[in-house]
Each structure stands twice: as C-alpha cells, then as structure tokens.
C-alpha cells in the first residue's frame, strides 16, 4: 500500500485506526469515499464531508469534559446524523457546519 497523501486532519500514524473506525462505524467500503488508484484525491464529496465532520468533532472534544454534553443519547444521535448525511448522494459541502 502506497504512503498516504494529502492528509490534513489524520496523522499518517493514525490513518489506519481511523479508516477501520470510519468503516465500522458507518458500514462504507473504502471506494465509497475515495477515487480508486487516488486515495489523495478529494474528488468525492463524501470524503471532503468526513474530512470536515472529523475536524468538527475533534474541535468540540478538545474543550473540556465538564463544559460539554457527556449523553450517549446526543453522542448516538450525533452519529447517526453523519452516518446518513455521508450516505446521502445529495451530501452538502457546507453541511457540518450549519446543521448544528
């Protein structure tokens, strides 16, 4: 497998337990995501979306756990709307951060 590229969120370290996760999580193959042969490609919307979710999910993990929402219910919730925007064919650019 070639080194990963055009990595902006994910460290090269990371990139493999973060893909399984998305995978799991999501139920998504890999070229549901990325252009086959390019996986540095952004070419497909539904990467740049995770690229963008990824970024706003660590943004609202760094603040600490006592000025934040700890529910499994809104963690849960929160999941389930990714999972389907990602699935959504119709998958806005601007999503993540005007849903919210």
């Known amino acids: 497998m070639p080194a990963p590229s055009n990595l902006k969120v994910i460290k090269p370290e990371e990139i493999r337990a973060v893909m399984e996760s998305f995978a799991m999580g999501t139920g998504l193959k890999c070229l549901d ?3 086959e042969g390019d996986f540095g490609s952004d070419e497909k919307n539904k990467k740049v979306v995770a690229r963008k979710m990824l970024t706003m999910v660590r943004g609202i993990t760094s603040i600490p756990s006592t000025a ?5 219910t809104i963690r849960a919730t929160a999941a ?3 999972r389907n925007r990602l699935l959504s064919s119709a998958a ?3 999503w993540p951060y005007r849903a919210f």
């Open 80 to 82: 389930n709307r990714i």
């Open 92 to 94: 806005d650019p601007t």
């Open 33 to 35: 995501c990325h252009v």
């Open 68 to 72: 934040r929402t700890r529910s499994p």
